[in-house]
């Protein structure tokens, strides 16, 4: 199971961290990724990290502002999100997925409840 947390209120400009926990040794063999999902539109994707931290995809909306991250030991990849704007307002969502095409989201067997993540101006 995962479970995602972190969401809140914050000011444009404001930084906030995601955490994308999950129960079971299965997480840390699988790329995690976020996507989110903005009202009335389909989930997109964020950011991803393969299963070892060796390699991290960005959206470009995100790149140079979100750092993903993983702690395989703790069985928790993280989304460090500074710079943020009122346009990242959104429910976040992680998920594992067993291929190599990361950005995808049907290419994820596995999600996590969403968080929510509003920006302000």
């Known amino acids: 199971q995962l479970q995602a947390c972190g969401g809140g209120l914050v000011q444009a400009g404001g930084s906030l961290r995601l955490s994308c926990e999950a129960s079971g040794r299965t997480f840390r063999r699988y790329a995690t990724g976020w996507f989110r999902q903005f009202p009335g539109k389909e989930r997109e994707f964020a950011a991803a990290?393969?299963?070892?931290?060796?390699?991290?995809y960005y959206a470009d909306s995100v790149k140079g502002r979100f750092t993903i991250s993983r702690d395989n030991a703790k069985g928790t990849v993280y989304l460090q999100m500074d710079g943020l704007k009122p346009e990242d307002t959104a429910v976040y969502y992680c998920?594992?997925?067993?291929?190599?095409?990361?950005?995808?989201?049907?290419?994820?067997?596995?999600w996590g409840q969403g968080t929510q993540v509003t920006v302000s101006s």
């Open positions: 998920a594992i997925t067993a291929t190599v095409t990361v950005t995808t989201a049907t290419n994820y067997a596995y």
């Open positions: 990290i393969t299963w070892n931290g060796g390699m991290t």
